[in-house]
């Protein structure tokens, strides 16, 4: 689970980094944008599962 956390993290990381390369407006726009948006939704809701459970 807590790797699982990881590579998601660094994933939104990653893709947050190159994202924000651009205009915010773009940014918005974009399917990168979306992408990065879930990723972050998603590692978020992995790190309260982990707390919780830990």
């Known amino acids: 689970m807590v790797y699982w956390s990881f590579i998601t993290f660094t994933v939104a990381l990653t893709a947050g980094l190159v994202g924000f390369g651009g ?29 919780r459970d830990g």
């Open 23 to 51: 205009e915010p407006g773009e940014l918005a726009v974009t399917g990168q944008g979306l992408f990065f948006v879930f990723l972050v939704v998603s590692a978020v809701l992995l790190l309260l599962k982990m707390m």
